[in-house]
């Protein structure tokens, strides 16, 4: 019996994962103020979370830690449950426009339990707004 091997997905760590598929909830803020609401696996980052659904974060350098593309704006209780960024994730972070104190690299972010429907805004790329003074309106 011959076996077909899908080529087009790679296997999450957990072999099974379908992405886009999940028990955990992931919202995304676009820079234009739309909220995407998808589902995710434990083990699963951020960057391959937004890319299974086509939301649009860039991960240009493919999650090596070499570039700032996958920014993502975290509510600062999200942000206060993740492990401290490593030297060179904050490097990058210096690098990505629009920094706030509670940027992380979308790479980085590995959904667990615990961060169960996190919010990231996604920053806007262009420079006319004004969003190192940024507040989230309360809701």
Partial sequence: SHRHFSRTSTAQHGGTAKAGSGDLTVN??????????????????????????????????????????????????????????SDEENDMLDLAFGLTETSRLGCQIIMSKELDGITCRLPSATRNMAVDGFKPKPH
């Fill in 28 to 85: 995304f803020i676009t820079p234009e103020g739309e909220t995407i609401t998808v589902k995710a696996n434990e083990g699963e980052s951020i960057l391959d979370i937004a890319h299974a659904n086509e939301v649009e974060l860039e991960g240009a350098c493919e999650a090596s830690l070499a570039c700032s593309t996958c920014h993502v704006i975290l509510e600062e209780d999200v942000y206060n449950k993740l492990e401290e960024p």
